[in-house]
T-cell receptor
């Protein structure tokens, strides 16, 4: 089977940097995706990593280490609007499997 | 493009009632999915489809049925609603079955009492 672990909650200060970790156990692994979901909204795609290393998209970066079955999402210059839930998801030889999500609260 | 649309947005059902959640996409995606999301939890796959006429079970299919007669539409049927089916239901689509990116509809919030 497949399983993903990520912290349930993280709190960070506006303007700071926060890292959300994700560890996974899966077979047929192709890569790791990240999704953002605001309260009452739908999940939206943020980034993905198929290869080891860091991928940067504006204020957001995502990292993958396939040997460690580990990845993280890095959010820089935090803004209040970044308060949301963030889900890691593995893609491979099955449809996407999602973690339970990390609720990020950005405080002033 | 409207993307993925879902109706209704909200619904309250009595135990034992039936209903169909509608989902449509206009991106010509072959792959479509139904998820449920319980409070504070991740998304659990109910059913998915790889094209018109082809569907398969996900992680939590019990109590649900699907059909896919066209590329655009992928309705989810609840036959005998139970309180355990109270959840938010999301429909999604993608270009590939194992795609890293899925496009989600706005969701249907269902309460069974």
């Amino acid at each position: 089977g497949q399983s993903l672990e990520q912290p349930s909650e993280v709190t960070a200060v506006e303007g700071a940097i926060v890292q959300i970790n994700c560890t996974y156990q899966t077979s047929g692994f192709y890569g790791l995706s990240w999704y953002q979901q605001h309260d009452g909204g739908a999940p939206t795609f943020l980034s993905y990593n198929a290869l080891d290393g860091l991928e940067e998209t504006g204020r957001f970066s995502s990292f993958l280490s396939r040997s460690d079955s580990y990845g993280y999402l890095l959010l820089q210059e935090l803004q209040m609007k970044d308060s949301a839930s963030y889900f890691c998801a593995v893609f491979g030889n099955t449809p996407l499997v999602f973690g339970k999500g990390t609720r990020l609260s950005v405080i002033a | 493009n409207a993307g993925v649309t879902q109706t209704p947005k909200f619904r309250i059902l009595k135990i034992g009632q039936s209903m169909t959640l509608q989902c449509a996409q206009d991106m010509n995606h072959n792959y479509m999915y139904w998820y449920r999301q319980d409070p504070g939890m991740g998304l659990k796959l109910i059913y998915y489809s790889v094209g018109a006429g082809i569907t398969d079970k996900g992680e939590v299919p019990n109590g649900y049925n699907v059909s896919r007669s066209t590329t655009e539409d992928f309705p989810l049927r609840l036959e005998l609603a139970a309180p355990s089916q109270t959840s938010v239901y999301f429909c999604a689509s993608s270009t590939g079955l194992y795609s890293y990116e899925q496009y989600f509809g706005p969701g249907t919030r269902l309460t069974v009492t």
